[in-house]
Structures are given as C-alpha cells and as structure tokens.
C-alpha cells in the first residue's frame, strides 16, 4: 500500500514570484554519505527518479506553515517548497530537521546562523545571544520601537529573534491599538513611525506574522498603518478603496462561511502586495517569498473549496447557457468564471487536469460559443480569456470537442445542413473583430495557431489526431479563414486598403504561412485549387508595407520548400511578376522589403533551382538587368547561361507514355520521388486535376522538346529504358538522334492513345482543370491558344 504519510509536492518558487510544481513523490531524510550529511530526498511516485537531493545545512531557515508546508530557501533567490498530503507527514519531517539542526520542534521556524565569513567573530554569540526585548507600545516609544526594528532587521539572527518576540508577545495587536490612537490624535509623528514599523515586520517574511497580521479582525488596521508613507507627500486611501471602490459581488449565492472568509482574504492580501507595500527592487524579489507562498496556497484552497460544492459549478454555468439570462447578469458570472480560471492555474498540473475537465463536461465549451457571439464586448472579451486558458493548457480537449461537433448538424426545412463548430465561431469572431487595433483578432489568432499546430497533437490508440484534425480544418474551416482574402482581391487589386483591414490581412497571412510550414499536404491542395498564392501576391500592391511583407513572406516560405508542384504552379501563373514590380517600384530604396526580394531571388540561387532560375531569367531578365547593387541577378543570369549550355550538351529524348498498370522501375527511385508517389492519394482532393491512371491501354510516344526538361526529377532519367511516374503514369524514356526543340507527338497506333497523349499533355500545362488547350466533340485537340513557357 502507498505511503500516503510522506507522498508531497515539491515545488520551487520562480522569478515572478509563482510556484511551480516540480513534481510528486514521496519524501524521505536520511544519511547521504555524497553530501556528507543528513538530506532531504524526494523520488517521483510514478518512476523513481530523484527530484530533490537536498543537504539540511545548520545555517538553513526552514518554516513550517499551515501544518502541511515546509518552506526553505536552497540559495540565494531560490526557494523550494514541500507540500504534504496529511500533516502527521510533515510534522514527522519536520522534528527530523529540527533534530539535524538542534532546534525544538514545536517552533516554526529554524533559526539562522550568521554567514561563514562571520562564523569567528560570532561563534559564540550566536548561541548566547539574549532574546529581543520589546518596549512597551506607547506613543512616546514609537521613535525607539521603529530603531530597534531597524536594526534587528540589519542581521538573520536579529531578525529571527525579532519575529519570535513580536510572536510571543502578541505585538501586532498592541501596535493596532496605538495606531487607533495615533490616528484619533492626528498624531501624524507617530503614524509616520509606525509605518515603518509595520513594513519591517513584512520583511521579516515569516509566516506565523503574516496569520497574526491578516486576522479579519486588525487586517483593515493594519493596512491603515501603510496609509501613512513619509515619504509621499499625499496619504494614500487604501482602506477607503477596499471597503467602498472595491466591492464584493456574490454571483453565485456562497453558503460555505470558510470559502467566504478565504476569498476576503485572499483579495485583501493580493492588493496589499500589489498595491500598498513598496515594489521590490531587482535585489529584493524574494524579500516577500513567504507572502507569495500565502497568497498561492490560498487561491488553491479557494479552487479547491469550490470544486467540492455539488451545486456551485453546475448552477453557474446553466445561468450562463440560459438565453433568457439577461446580459448584465452574464458580465457578471462570466467574469467570475474567468477569474476563477485564473485562480486555477495555481493548481498542480494534475488537480489542474481534472479541474478542466470537470468544466468540459458540464457544458463550458457550448457556453463559450454563445458568449463569443455575444454583442456586449466586456462578455466577449471575458470569454476568450477563459478560451485562452483552456486551449494553453489542453488543446487536445478543444480539438476533441471540435471533432465531435463536425457529426452533429441541423437540418434545415429545406433540406440543408447548418453545422455548429466551436472552430469556425472562434475564426469569425476573429474575422469581425470591432477593435480598432484588433486586439480581440491577435487573442484569437494565437488560439487558432495553437489548435492547428502539430507539434501538440498527440496520436492516440484508435486515430491519429493530426491527421482527423486537419482534415477537419481544411474542410470546414478554412474556406472562412481566407474569405476576407479573396474578397479583397478579386479584380487584381486591393478592394479596401484601410489600416484595419490591412492589420486582418496581415493576420490571416500569418497565419497561412504558419499552414505552409507545417501542413505539407492540406495547404498545397488549398493553395493551387483556390490559386491562393495569386490572391496572396495582390497584396503587394498595397500601401501598407507590413501587409506587403507578409504577402512576400508567405511566398518565401512556398518556394523555400522546394516543391515541384509549387513550382510549377508558380511558373504557371507567372507569380514572380508582382515581386519583381514591387522590387522596381521601390526604386533600389534600402529597406526592409528591398532586402526581402533580393533575399528571395538569394535563395533560389544558393539553392540552385533550375526551373525556377530559368523561368525569372527569361521572363523578367530584361526588368532587373539594370540593377546592380547587389550581384544576386547578375548571378542568376550567369547560372541560367551553364544550365543551357548543358542542356545543349545533352542528346534530346523520345518519351514514351505507358498507360497500364504502374510496374516499379528496376532503377532507383530518388526518395522524395517515392514519397511523393506512396501519398498520391493523400495529395488530391476533388476539384484538382491529375491524368487518372485506371482505365487507360496503349501506349503513345512522344518527342520532348526542351521544356520537358522543366517538368524537374520526376523524368529525368538518362539511361536508355528507364521508366518513371508522373501524374499516375509510366513514363519511358529513349534516346533519340534529334535537335529538333519543336517536335510534336508521333502518331499511335489506335485513337485511344492519341487521346491518352493529350490528357498527359493537358497535366503538364494545367493542375487545377482549366486546361489552355480546348477538345472538339470527339475529344481531340483543338489548335492550342498560347501556354506557358517552362524552360
């Protein structure tokens, strides 16, 4: 059976003053012969491994707080917490380091030892030292109460010696009183004193003196005591603002007098370390680590206080979903709900799991729906910080949910089908954003990034989430994502061109580029169906630069893949056009987007892309031959001269098209090739035009011309009777004594090749069914218009 007795949580503070859970396990102290001395050991439940290996120093400051914590500081500005499940544990612990450090265990704190550097002038002091003795709380002594606070503050064992006087002698509480007094006399010495006083016993941060000082009894009077700064020369209102500015409202009807008191509390000591004491500087971050730590412990409590109430969470979230709720009391408990998601974050990850789950399934995904629709802005952007917390911590969950919802449609009365898709509610709100800065746009876009990125789909037994995901995606979804895209970019030129509208553009482009780099397949299906690139390159017509940017940015990362298919289709459109305008335009300016551009047309040379270096050079060789500042196109030129010289080299070949069966050529298929054939079923979808490979006999010859060439790996193959795929076809290739650059196909045998021939011929020209060639009514050619040139 599990030791439930000594199973703890560890935790180290960071450097925003949070805990961070380090992990659970199972605490032990026993002799490490390594250190040399008795440690502190802590092993994961789940594997064993060593989470912490921790020697107990004698000159450590241990502090035991709420019977179940021990709180430590391992090195300067590094504290770690252990935090146990039941207290007979932690006390168990505890008289062990007492023991090691020769400390009574009834006290709650160790005591330090002076440095080591102190150790011989101090060696027998340390031990001897009398304790603090207090004078007595009188106004008269407030000059001398506060210098002696100061110096005891000056050393660790002064400052320990302190604490346990103001303990034991119920200090805080006299100190209220005399602040009462003080300030019925308008005593204004007096209350300059005990702010001072009042402070230091802050940074004494010891626990046991903030459960005296936070008592709900003196809590208001204590913050008093901070009202009266001396050096600013206003006093500051804070418990003005608490009690009247800052009121409570009671959403949810709480019946539970200790989560009550707890939530009070926990506002109140949040604000005093935010708001009324000093802001620590650089050197004293942990300086308050003992007021975070209760701070953190209670907003855990709180969550947890109020997951255990049967009725609380249900009864929000059914108001919340109710469509007869009134919007200001939506505000109201949608904001609660976010606040108390906030609180939760503070839960260990796997509290924090089954918190999130709890939510899930009493409805907060279709109540985030609703209220991400809602026209009150104040409820919409409340909503989308809760989605933000959902989806940062377990996007799997809202993936899940989505995927579940692509089943569940509603027919309409004629007929149609209306589906309800958290994804495509969080894509419209983005798209409709009212925020002059579209802040409520950027919140989302990160939320939808997070969803769509790959890295955190997780495969799962029965399907692969990736895969069942994106195809989703790409379904449902993204034909709303880019809409604003292809509406604003119809006839060739940017329909609106307005700041706000440019900002969505730019995020829409953003996002697609992150598409580009991480789904291979999806998106180059959506790209040369909707000839998205086309649309894209519009943009750089606009007088927004960081919208020209992005435009450029997204077809950088296009042509950094190296694809054949994205290249062709680049060359098929003539998309280098707007680009190499865009770089004239700017007139050899030095900036950002001329740097861009040369980048670019840099990295097709470096990368030594043949059929991309040739189709810039002779199409558009004439427009930059004058640019001369940089050697980027000079370069492509001489590259694109030893390309064609080689060609000239090279004997020209017959091709011949095999329309049976696929047979696997005995020679060695290059890997990205053979990739690229096992998916072709993958990279199709309808409505993008390939040469089928069933139903097709014969065979048809045909004389390449030098634009063959262009069609890249997938025939290029030098030996006599090698074969290779393209398009779903066997493509057999043999030498032939020939410079003819303009021969046309051989006549076939029957009319089925001769059709076949031309099917072939359409793939090569036209990937998206809109052939430039067009058939009479037996199906042959017609005389072909003007195609485009692949070199």
Avoid at 65 to 83: G, K, P, R
Avoid at 196 to 219: C, Q
Avoid at 533 to 552: I, P, Q, T, Y
Avoid at 573 to 590: A, E, K, S, T
């Amino acid at each position: 059976m599990t030791d439930t007795k000594r199973r703890v949580k560890l935790y180290a503070l960071n450097a925003d003053r949070q805990w961070d859970d380090r992990g659970t396990g199972h605490v032990s102290c026993t002799y490490v012969e390594r250190l040399k001395g008795v440690s502190l050991l802590v092993r994961a439940e789940a594997d064993g491994a060593l989470l912490l290996e921790s020697k107990i120093q004698h000159d450590t400051v241990y502090q035991k707080q709420q019977d179940t914590l021990i709180v430590w500081s391992e090195a300067d500005n590094f504290d770690l917490a252990l935090s146990f499940q039941e207290k007979a544990g932690c006390e168990e612990i505890w008289e062990k380091i007492c023991s090691v450090q020769g400390k009574d265990p009834t006290i709650e704190t160790t005591q330090d030892i002076v440095e080591e550097s102190e150790d011989e002038r101090f060696d027998d002091l340390s031990d001897s030292a009398p304790p603090v003795e207090l004078p007595l709380c009188e106004i008269g002594r407030l000059k001398e109460i506060k210098d002696l606070f100061i110096t005891c503050m000056a050393t660790p064992l002064n400052k320990d010696r302190l604490a346990e006087a103001i303990e034991n002698d119920g200090y805080v509480r006299k100190l209220v009183k005399l602040f009462n007094l003080c300030e019925d006399l308008n005593n204004l010495e007096g209350l300059h004193c005990l702010y001072d006083i009042v402070k230091n016993i802050f940074l004494i941060n010891k626990n046991a003196l903030f459960e005296m000082l936070f008592a709900d009894d003196i809590i208001f009077d204590v913050i008093g005591c901070l009202e009266y700064d001396p050096t600013l020369p206003i006093r500051k209102y804070h418990r003005h603002h608490l009690k009247n500015v800052s009121k409570f409202k009671e959403v949810i009807l709480i019946t539970n007098l200790e989560l009550l008191n707890k939530i009070h509390q926990t506002h109140r000591v949040q604000y005093i370390q935010d708001v009324v004491l000093p802001t620590p500087s650089v050197f004293e971050d942990n300086m308050l680590s003992a007021l975070s730590s209760f701070i953190f412990f209670n907003k855990v409590e709180i969550v947890t206080l109020i997951q255990e109430d049967e009725k609380f969470l249900p009864d929000l979230l059914g108001q919340l979903q109710d469509e007869s709720t009134p919007d200001s009391r939506k505000l109201e408990l949608v904001q609660f709900l976010k606040e108390f998601c906030n609180f939760s974050q503070n839960l260990q990850p796997p509290q924090k799991e089954g918190f999130f789950r709890t939510l899930t399934s009493l409805g907060i995904l279709p109540m985030l729906e609703m209220t991400l629709m809602s026209e009150d802005v104040n409820i919409k952007q409340a909503a989308i910080d809760i989605l933000t917390i959902l989806v940062e911590f377990s996007p799997s969950v809202i993936r899940e949910y989505i995927l579940q919802q692509s089943s569940d449609t509603v027919t309409q009365a004629n007929g149609s089908e209306v589906e309800l898709m958290l994804m495509n509610v969080i894509i419209e709100q983005m798209i409709c954003d009212t925020d002059p800065d579209l802040g409520r746009a950027v919140q989302l876009m990160g939320v939808i990034r997070v969803l769509i990125d790959p890295e955190n789909m997780l495969p799962s037994l029965s399907k692969v989430e990736k895969t069942d995901f994106l195809n989703y995606f790409y379904k449902h979804s993204v034909q709303i994502l880019i809409a604003p895209l292809l509406a604003n970019t119809v006839d060739g030129e940017p329909a609106r061109d307005d700041y706000q509208n440019a900002q969505l553009l730019a995020h829409i482009l953003e996002l697609l580029t992150f598409c580009v780099e991480h789904h291979s397949y999806h998106i180059k299906t959506c790209i040369l169906n909707k000839d998205l690139l086309k649309r894209v390159l519009v943009l750089m017509k606009s007088a927004h630069k960081f919208l020209v940017l992005g435009a450029l940015r997204f077809m950088r990362k296009i042509v950094a893949l190296k694809d054949e298919f994205y290249n062709r289709y680049i060359m098929k459109g003539c998309l280098f056009g707007p680009v190499i305008d865009c770089l004239l335009d700017n007139n050899g300016r030095y900036n950002l987007l001329d740097s861009a551009i040369i980048e670019l047309f840099e990295f097709i040379k470096l990368e030594d892309i043949k059929i991309l270096i040739a189709h810039v050079v002779e199409n558009y060789g004439k427009k930059f031959e004058h640019i001369d500042y940089v050697q980027t196109f000079k370069a492509l030129r001489i590259r694109h001269s030893q390309q064609t010289e080689k060609l000239k080299e090279k004997p020209i070949t017959s091709v011949t098209v095999s329309t049976g069966r696929f047979r696997r050529d005995p020679r060695q298929i290059e890997d990205e090739e053979e990739i690229w054939f096992n998916n072709e079923d993958d990279e199709f979808d309808d409505g993008e035009a390939v040469v089928p490979h069933t139903g097709m006999t014969g065979s048809t010859e045909i004389t390449a011309s030098e634009q063959l060439e262009s069609i890249g790996k997938s025939i290029d193959k030098k030996c006599e009777g090698s074969s290779t795929k393209i398009f779903g076809t066997t493509v057999k290739t043999t030498p032939i004594m020939n410079n003819n650059l303009a021969a046309t196909p051989a006549l076939s045998s029957s009319p089925e090749d001769s059709k076949n021939s031309s099917l072939l011929k359409k793939a090569l020209v036209d990937y998206e069914g809109d052939s430039d060639e067009e058939e009479d009514e037996n199906g042959d050619l017609k005389s072909p218009t003007k195609r485009p040139r692949y070199t």
